[in-house]
T-cell receptor
Framework: DQQVKQNSPSLSVQEGRISILNCDYT??????FLWYKKYPAEGPTFLIS?????DKNEDGRFTVFLNKSAKHLSLHIVPSQPGDSAVYFC??????????????FGKGTLLTVNP | GAVVSQHPSWVICKSGTSVKIECRSL??????MFWYRQFPKQSLMLMAT?????????EQGVEKDKFLINHASLTLSTLTVTSAHPEDSSFYIC???????????FGPGTRLTVT
């Protein structure tokens, strides 16, 4: 059963515009969420995270929004750049780090930013 | 900061032989290290979690006798694929958690091909 879902396998955006990547989760015990960016044949790179006690976290061009009641989070990238083209993974941790802080990943969304 | 390295980056071995992959946290002490496997066009699959000085915790369906994990220090974990077979060919990625943080920092991955 997929506890973290990224329902859009791909997203194409024009350079300079906003990219919005979405993620839904089913496990109400998740209380920390992370976004990773991954290029082919490389390990994921940590981008930004958010605790369940917040509804927004911002770092430069990246903003993550969390809607706990809807069990939904999104990553906004503004402005999008061609170098942002990669697979983006949403991940979650439950029980305040219980179970050794295991990450549960979504299947990823391939973002393509067109020049 | 938070750099994780893996060695080797790629390896080709013959069926029946064993292969060791190293994961090092270069600029921090890793309280916990994780080993993942990624199949083509799929998400990361957690194989096991290891804490320094203790036995690794394996995920359901992962053979502990086949995938030996040693976490000898706070900066080094190793994964040994024993008696490798072609179906073990995959992209293996490690990650490390720094201190009390939730974030995991990933290595660049190791491409294993078993012929």
């Amino acid at each position: 059963d997929q506890q973290v879902k990224q329902n859009s396998p791909s997203l194409s955006v024009q350079e300079g515009r906003i990219s919005i990547l979405n993620c839904d989760y089913t496990n109400s015990m998740f209380d920390y969420f992370l976004w990773y960016k991954k290029y082919p044949a490389e390990g994921p790179t940590f981008l930004i995270s958010i605790s369940s006690i917040k509804d927004k976290n911002e770092d430069g061009r990246f903003t993550v929004f969390l809607n706990k009641s809807a069990k939904h989070l999104s990553l906004h990238i503004v402005p999008s750049q061609p170098g942002d083209s990669a697979v983006y993974f949403c991940a979650a941790i439950g029980n305040s780090g219980g179970s050794n802080y295991k990450l549960t990943f979504g299947k990823g969304t391939l973002l393509t930013v067109n020049p | 900061g938070a750099v994780v390295s893996q060695h080797p980056s790629w390896v080709i071995c013959k069926s029946g032989t064993s292969v060791k992959i190293e994961c090092r946290s270069l600029d921090f002490q890793a309280t916990t290290m994780f080993w993942y496997r990624q199949f083509p066009k799929q998400s990361l699959m957690l194989m096991a979690t290891s804490n320094e000085g203790s036995k690794a915790t394996y995920e359901q369906g992962v053979e502990k006798d086949k995938f030996l994990i040693n976490h000898a220090s706070l900066t080094l974990s190793t994964l040994t694929v024993t008696s490798a077979h072609p179906e073990d060919s995959s992209f293996y990625i490690c990650s490390a958690r720094r201190g009390a943080s939730y974030e995991q920092y990933f290595g660049p991955g190791t491409r294993l091909t078993v012929t």
